[in-house]
């Protein structure tokens, strides 16, 4: 005989209508909880303010990352194929630009030929802003996540067709069982669950 160790997650509260959870989220935003979040088959319009949800920092990732990848284009592009090293005094990587340098119909090869280098500078600029919002992204939502424990409430499935649900989480420094079950009662939650997930 095996048993299951289980920890809480937190509690699942269904409400009736997007003016009922709309409001339950304002109360629950204004009750201190940080650790919560609604569900809803379709987008709410200015949910985001009810729940007190931030501006996401992902665009400061994606900005730094484009940098990063305009830096790494020049910084390439400068080692192996101008004489820009040896100006500034660090001729030890002007061999590495002698190695492969790229002389076009006699143009000069320095730092001043800076426009041919557009496109690749261009081209890792996006490469780079586009992994950073795949993975900077991923990373913040905490995917790839194989199963959720709100998948173990029979009623949660309702919330890709007709239900409106928020659930608040145990990790949250003000849950508490009973004084997060009353307030979710108090403001209209229905079929109040304790989801547990599996350790």
């Given at each position: ?47 985001d ?109 309702k ?15 003000k ?10 009662e ?14």
């Amino acid at each position: 005989m095996s048993t299951t160790l289980k920890r809480v997650h937190g509690f699942l509260a269904e409400f009736d209508n997007v003016q009922d959870l709309y409001h339950a989220a304002e109360h629950v935003r204004d009750a201190g909880y940080q650790r919560w979040d609604v569900h809803t088959p379709f987008p709410i319009h200015g949910m985001d303010d009810a729940m007190g949800v931030k501006r996401s920092k992902l665009p400061y990732f994606v900005f730094f990352g484009g940098l990063t990848g305009t830096c790494v284009a020049f910084t390439l592009q400068t080692l192996t194929q101008t004489t820009f090293w040896a100006d500034i005094g660090l001729g030890f990587l002007q061999k590495l630009a002698e190695t492969y340098p790229t002389v076009v119909q006699a143009k000069p090869t320095h730092i001043w030929t800076l426009p041919a280098f557009f496109p690749v500078m261009f081209e890792l600029t996006i490469l780079f802003s586009a992994f950073t919002v795949l993975f900077g992204l991923l990373s913040m939502i905490g995917l790839p996540r194989l199963n959720h424990p709100l998948f173990v409430s029979k009623r949660f499935a309702k919330f890709s067709d007709d239900g409106f649900f928020v659930c608040i989480e145990a990790r949250d420094p003000k849950f508490s069982q009973e004084g997060t079950k009353t307030l979710l009662e108090k403001l209209g939650g229905k079929n109040i669950e304790l989801i547990e997930d599996d350790i």
